[in-house]
Nanobody, 121 residues
């Protein structure tokens, strides 16, 4: 089992470049694929990005491709989401999640509590 805690959200100006962090507890963190998701007000939760167990493979949603980068440091039990060129439509609660199977945007087993990112104009 793994517990996840997100941080790094807040009020950011459009065009800004914040970095979200996801801290994981559990000795088998490196066995989990980690994904980032987001949920905007009045909308369904959507996939943002995912990274494989050792970080060799990643993939992003088309909406954030070329702007967001996911990375991980298994020695520190951390996953990051570097967000660049933020737009107003990136405003959402961002969640990290973990799954034990392969790289995917579906069927994540463990979830953090989320961190709010609000993009101001």
């Amino acid at each position: 089992q793994v517990q996840l805690v997100e941080s790094g959200g807040g009020l950011v100006q459009a065009g800004g470049s914040p970095r979200l962090s996801c801290a994981a507890s559990g000795r088998t963190f490196s066995n989990y694929v980690i994904g980032w998701f987001r949920q905007a007000p009045g909308k369904e939760r959507e996939f943002v990005a995912a990274i494989s167990w050792r970080g060799a493979s990643t993939f992003n949603a088309d909406s954030v491709k070329d702007r967001f980068t996911i990375s991980r440091d298994n020695a520190k039990n951390m996953v990051y989401l570097q967000m660049n060129s933020l737009k107003h439509e990136d405003t959402a609660v961002y969640y990290c999640a973990a799954r034990r199977a392969g790289l995917s945007k579906y069927e994540y087993e463990y979830w953090g509590q989320g961190t709010q990112v609000t993009v101001s104009s």
